[in-house]
C-alpha cells in the first residue's frame, strides 16, 4: 500500500530481458539506501519487488502482465521514475490510498501552462470511465492527484510547481502514456453495485 506521495524521482540504468524475466535497474540514491531485499516499491505507480540492491541501485524483475499493462516496458536508460517506499503502518497518510495495482497506461492528450502550474488532459478509456469523478482521487504515475475536469473520454488534473519539481509529471509531452491506477473505493463501489444489478 502506498500514499501516492513520490518520495525520489530515480533514472533508469537499463530494461533487460533474461531467459528467466524482463529486468529492470534504477538509479536512486536515496531508496536504495534504505530499502531491503523482498521490499514492495512503486516504480511509476507499479508496486514491484526489490530483487537485488546495492550502493545506489535497486533491481526489479518485470512480469509480462505488468509490461502489457503499464508504461515501464517503454523504460530506457536514463527515463526518470516515480519512486515510493511501501506506507507504514504507523505513518502518514498525506494522498490517499493507492495499491500499485495499475489499472491501464493511457495517453498524455495535451499539456498547458497557467503561470505557474501545468494542466494536463489525460485520454480516459471508456471502460474505465465510472472510476472517474469530478473531485476525485487519481493516481497518474504513482503521484495521488485529484480529478480537476472530467469530460467523455478524458479527464484533466492540475500539477503544482512542488509536484513539477518531485516527480517526472514535468517530462511528459503529449502523446506520452501515463500509468492510472483509479481508487480503491471506487472500484468496490462498482463491484457491489454489479453484484446487486446481477441478483
Not at 27 to 37: C, E, I
Not at 85 to 91: E, H, Q, S
Request: one cysteine or more; hydrophobic letters at 40%; proline letters at 4%.
Amino acid at each position: 500500500m502506498f500514499t501516492g506521495l513520490v518520495r525520489e524521482v530515480g533514472d533508469v540504468s537499463w530494461l533487460r530481458r533474461t531467459d528467466q524475466a524482463v529486468q529492470l535497474l534504477i538509479k536512486a540514491p536515496q531508496t536504495a539506501s534504505r530499502v531491503r531485499t523482498g521490499e514492495s516499491v512503486s516504480v511509476n505507480g507499479c508496486c514491484l519487488t526489490v530483487t537485488a540492491h546495492r550502493d545506489k541501485q535497486m533491481m526489479f524483475d518485470l512480469l509480462e502482465e505488468s509490461l502489457q499493462r503499464t508504461n515501464l516496458g517503454a523504460l530506457k536508460p536514463g527515463s526518470p521514475v516515480n519512486l515510493e517506499r511501501a506506507l507504514r503502518v504507523d505513518g502518514r497518510l498525506g494522498g490517499h490510498f493507492v495499491q500499485g495495482h495499475i489499472d491501464c497506461a493511457t495517453e498524455v492528450l495535451g499539456m498547458e501552462e497557467h503561470g505557474p502550474d501545468l494542466r494536463i488532459d489525460i485520454a480516459l478509456p471508456a471502460e474505465f470511465a465510472g472510476y472517474a469523478a469530478f473531485k476525485g482521487s487519481i493516481a497518474v504515475n504513482g503521484v495521488s492527484l485529484t480529478v480537476a475536469a472530467l469530460v467523455e473520454g478524458s479527464f484533466s488534473v492540475w500539477i503544482i510547481p512542488h509536484t513539477l519539481e518531485n516527480t517526472n509529471l514535468g517530462d511528459l509531452s503529449p502523446g506520452d502514456r501515463v500509468n492510472l491506477e483509479f481508487d480503491i473505493l471506487a472500484k468496490y463501489v462498482a463491484r457491489l453495485l454489479q453484484a446487486r444489478t446481477e441478483s
